[in-house]
């Protein structure tokens, strides 16, 4: 067949280069014992919304923004300004924005045309055929997949040792499915491709037709179409990468999907070849924004400068009173939007009560063994690499580790016994009225689960004094936390409490790596309890009096309850600031869970919510981080006493404190990339929740032990369920892109960004907006693109006291 292009073997080497950035616009999906947040978008930091809504559109048929009555609603509700609106329009680009910002108020009130994704082989066959090849491909290489990555669910696990492209064709030349459904000879096509996913990828773009120019677009296309299986397969990419190691998974289903679109052009070729040239034009064709996108844009960027308004409003309001006592009690939370309301609370109880914010993985990135098991947990942002290992318990505990291993085992063998293919039949028909009782409590919620009460967690191996000092050093500085400290000292992480739940990891603790933050906890206060460290650490000008008592606590978020660890060092002289520490996070979490309360659907008060927890058919027990909009980088003092309604993340940051800015640099990339993922993934789930969502709850089923999907197979959905961000009747997030508030110096922050070019993007392509606070704690600067400033409009800016960079 001619060719109306160049072929892709023009240049040597530049298949794998292509195939290489079309998996890498791919984001990855973790699996679900340890889900973390994924900014959806990631492949796309590099573009702005617009060109990135182009691409989106093009590989996906994926919105970036929500259909427009949103925003129209907003404009006549008056929370969209024209002041906003006039903002928003001056900075798009002049060629494709309209006449002017009433204009763009003309367009909000017409929809947006439906964005369609460029057809594939797969889609012309079957407009032709009248067989649904899309499902069918979907349905097929999800069964395979669900094998191939399983992770201990599968009774009958799939072979191992072959890479994803080699299992495949293992399975694919005996799968008759294709060739009943109408693809004759397909097992037989399969049998003759090639034998690695290099070569039938080369040989699917000659036969194929398709040029140089089309090739990034087209396969990314193609990767898409196998949602979070993509996804999933660049999850271990990604973690390959993280140690020095290489992964083909995420380019061998590339390889796959080529395959099956090969064999569906050799049987209906000469039926679609006009429309596929049309196709392939289409896909050779440049990325570029259009007009409609830019009014979306423009809209989108309003609403945030809407939010972005009444947050600079909250942030000027008069500060509270200056505390000049000792705190009675302190206490370090997450810098999760879910802690904003919990600290607020416990402030609002005592005021001899200080809370700080912190990422609560509490500077200690470990890979960490849990009590009787030799699974190792990365307690850690996914950015990272473990810098120490650690486990439960000792040599004290070493009969109970044995017991522990005996039951775990025993249970595993019974759980085996009742899924096999034969004994099911029979357990189910001679021990099922023995469940009745299990039935009948779970499904009143009768059953609930304690917090984590493993033996106190240890380094293993044991750090040397020096490290442990170093290491209690840069945790304390980081926190901003080098002086005044209370004789309690509360170090809470934070994990949810939930039931039936298979996205339970997604509401533990993100900077823990999707996991509950109790270790890391615990581990820094041994860090901090040690006599040896605090010697080392009142040398480098940290004095930590003799009588203060670092304790480890477990916020549940999704109960408001605070478990403390104080059997870990136990201390009688303390036994009185623990009474009045347990009697403070109570009442805190009463009023907490009073407040969230009136979020939730039917609810009803604060009584209402540790029961949802225990619920089996609830599916919203917790709104986790919906409604994020905000991230600050403060000392407290800025924020205390204002309501920012949880939904800001609250990070502790004194910049006089902050050694060459060093912490700044700390915090911009990592804590603010991290939001930012967080961000993003709301934002992407409820803008395009077809694409980028996890789909329907009430259809989950999970699979592999990796993720779900809807129904008995298909496409893996990765992203957040529905109702994690729908109450049933209006959104219960709106998608807005995070803004980014630092108190520093300018110079500082632009400094930061300059050395830093992956994450000077996100804010320069508006992924996220940055203002710069004054010494009153304003915004009174707003990141402009370029490493520039522009003043905040209505505020004393010019005028403001200007920070002196002398550390």
């Not at 299990?438 to 009768?446: E, I, P, S, Y």
């Not at 059997?567 to 009463?590: I, M, S, T, V």
């Not at 924020?639 to 949880?646: C, H, Y």
Request: hydrophobic share 50%; glycine share 8%.
């Amino acid at each position: 067949m001619p060719n109306a292009q160049p072929t892709a073997q023009a240049e040597p080497g530049i298949l794998e280069i292509l195939a290489d950035r079309a998996t890498r616009a791919i984001p990855p999906a973790w699996p679900l014992a340890s889900s973390v947040a994924v900014n959806p978008f990631l492949g796309q930091t590099a573009e702005p919304l617009a060109i990135a809504g182009a691409r989106l559109a093009r590989v996906a048929g994926a919105p970036v923004t929500l259909p427009r009555r949103w925003y129209a609603e907003k404009i006549a509700a008056g929370e969209i300004l024209d002041a906003d609106l006039a903002d928003a329009w001056g900075r798009a680009p002049a060629d494709l924005r309209p006449a002017n910002p009433a204009a763009v108020k003309t367009a909000a009130a017409v929809d947006r045309p439906t964005p369609a994704a460029l057809p594939t082989v797969a889609d012309l066959a079957a407009q032709v055929s009248g067989v649904d090849w899309p499902g069918l491909i979907a349905d097929r290489i999800g069964a395979w997949a669900a094998g191939y990555f399983d992770e201990g669910q599968a009774l009958w696990a799939a072979p191992r040792g072959r890479n994803a492209y080699a299992a495949w064709r293992a399975v694919a030349t005996h799968d008759l499915t294709p060739e009943i459904c109408g693809l004759p000879g397909f097992a037989l096509h399969v049998s003759e491709a090639p034998e690695s996913s290099a070569p039938a990828i080369a040989r699917a773009v000659e036969r194929l037709g398709l040029g140089v120019d089309a090739l990034e677009t087209y396969f990314h296309r193609l990767l898409m179409t196998q949602g979070g299986w993509a996804q999933y397969a660049r999850y271990k990419l990604w973690q390959a990468e993280l140690v020095g190691a290489e992964d083909s998974s995420v380019t061998d289903l590339l390889a796959i999907r080529l395959v099956w679109e090969e064999a569906l052009f050799l049987r209906y070729g000469a039926q679609i070849a006009e429309a596929w040239a049309q196709a392939r034009t289409g896909y050779a064709a440049p990325v570029v924004a259009t007009a409609d996108l830019v009014v979306d844009a423009i809209l989108q960027e309003a609403a945030e400068r809407s939010a972005q308004r009444a947050l600079s409003q909250t942030l000027a309001a008069a500060p509270a009173p200056a505390r000049k006592e000792r705190p009675a009690l302190q206490a370090a939370f997450c810098i999760d939007v879910r802690s904003e309301v919990f600290r607020r609370a416990l402030e609002s109880v005592s005021p001899g009560i200080q809370t700080v914010g912190f990422a609560g993985f509490f500077g200690l990135a470990t890979a960490h063994r849990r009590f009787a098991s030799d699974v190792t947990e990365k307690r850690l942002p996914v950015l990272l690499n473990p810098t120490v290992t650690s486990c439960a318990g000792g040599s004290a505990v070493a009969e109970a580790d044995v017991l522990a291993r005996v039951k775990a085992r025993a249970k595993r063998a019974w759980g085996r016994f009742k899924f096999a293919a034969v004994s099911s039949f029979a357990f189910v028909e001679a021990t099922g009225p023995l469940y009745v009782g299990k039935l009948v409590g779970d499904a009143l919620g009768l059953h609930g689960a304690s917090a984590p009460r493993d033996p106190a967690p240890r380094f293993d191996p044991t750090l040397q004094d020096a490290a442990r000092a170093k290491a209690a050093e840069t945790v304390l500085r980081a926190m901003s936390l080098t002086g005044d400290f209370a004789r309690l000292v509360v170090l809470a992480g934070h994990g949810a409490n939930v039931f039936n739940n298979p996205h339970a990891s997604a509401l533990h603790c993100g900077a823990c790596g999707g996991y509950s933050g109790e270790v890391n906890a615990r581990l820094l206060t041994s860090l901090l309890n040690d006599p040896a460290v605090r010697i080392v650490l009142a040398g480098a000008g940290i004095a930590i009096p003799a009588d203060t008592l670092f304790v480890a606590a477990l916020h549940d978020t999704t109960t408001d309850e605070v478990t403390l660890y104080a059997e870990d060092h136990p201390a009688e002289g303390h036994a009185q600031d623990l009474e009045h520490a347990r009697a403070w996070l109570a009442a805190a979490g009463k009023l907490a869970r009073g407040e969230r309360a009136l979020r939730l659907p039917r609810a009803g008060d604060q009584a209402a919510i540790p029961k949802r927890s225990r619920d089996w058919a609830e599916t919203r027990p917790e709104w986790a981080l919906a409604g994020c909009k905000a991230f600050i980088a403060a000392p407290r003092a800025r924020t205390i006493g204002k309501s920012l309604e949880g939904r800001a993340f609250l990070h502790d940051y004194d910049w006089r404190r902050d050694r060459d800015f060093a912490v700044l640099e700390l915090i911009l990339t990592a804590p603010v990339v991290v939001a930012s993922w967080i961000s993003l993934q709301y934002y992407g789930s409820t803008v395009a929740p077809e694409v980028f969502g996890g789909g329907n709850k009430l259809l989950h089923n999970v699979t592999g032990g990796i993720g779900v999907v809807e129904g008995n197979g298909g496409l893996l959905r990765a992203g957040l369920p529905w109702q994690s961000v729908h109450d049933g009747e209006t959104l219960a997030h709106a998608p807005l892109r995070l803004s980014v508030c630092l108190e520093a110096p300018r110079e500082a922050i632009a400094d930061v960004l300059h050395r830093h070019p992956q994450v000077r993007e996100l804010f320069d392509n508006g992924w996220l907006h940055l203002f710069a606070l004054d010494e009153a704690g304003r915004m009174a600067w707003r990141y402009d693109g370029d490493l520039q400033w522009v003043a905040m409009a209505g505020e004393p800016a010019a005028d403001a006291p200007q920070f002196a960079i002398a550390v």
